[in-house]
């Protein structure tokens, strides 16, 4: 979570910079606006008490980091782009890599004049754009912040049973690389990674995590 909000404060205007990410053990994310309570439960409820809950600085649900794939993008963000543009946008070029590699997704589209809650936990239903499978279940969520012109993405992708990670994170780097051209990052500067360790600790407090 700091390096994100690092690479979002730090990177170049025009920059785009792609990681995936691995947790250390199972961990639970929620999101900036919702109530500590809420995910210490859900994490509860999914059997991960004593699991780390922290508070994402992007919107969005509670998110069981137990086997997914997650995955930030910092890039630019005009002002004219809504949000629903950009998660259309990432989550096609995601779409693009799956494909690559055999798995039967599409983006979600509700059915018309179709109106329900945002759901409190990202995977219990689709959104407009996720990604769902060929049974319509939903296989990738994200949630946005925007922070002048620019924004960060963070997502989860949960592909029961998927073992061919590199390949899949190879294909979808491409596919993001063809969308966003040549603005693409490759490498962390060390100025980031100073900013990182600089914010680390606020997404370790209490602080942070219970302002809610």
Request: a positive charge; one cysteine or more.
């Amino acid at each position: 979570m700091a390096l994100d909000e690092a690479c979002l404060v730090c990177a170049p205007a025009q920059g785009v910079y792609l990681r995936f990410y691995r947790w250390a053990g199972p961990a639970v994310t929620f999101g900036y606006s919702q109530a500590f309570a809420l995910a210490e439960a859900a994490a509860q409820g999914r059997g991960l008490a004593g699991a780390d809950v922290v508070r994402r600085s992007t919107g969005g649900g509670v998110v069981f980091h137990d086997g997914d794939i997650t995955f930030s993008l910092c890039f630019p963000w005009p002002r004219i782009c809504s949000p629903e543009r950009i998660y259309e946008r990432i989550h096609a070029a995601v779409l693009e890599g799956l494909r690559q590699e055999g798995v039967e997704a599409a983006l979600w589209r509700p059915p018309a004049a179709a109106g329900r809650p945002r759901q409190a936990q990202c995977f219990t239903g689709p959104e407009p754009s996720d990604l769902v499978d060929g049974r319509g279940r939903k296989i990738l969520g994200g949630a946005l912040r925007r922070r002048g012109a620019r924004g960060l993405y963070q997502g989860s992708l949960r592909l029961e049973g998927w073992t061919r990670r590199a390949e899949l994170e190879t294909n979808v780097t491409e596919a993001l690389s063809r969308q966003w051209g040549e603005g693409m990052i490759r490498e962390i500067e060390t100025e980031w990674l100073r900013q990182a360790e600089c914010l680390a600790d606020k997404y370790r407090s209490d602080a942070w995590n219970k302002r809610r």
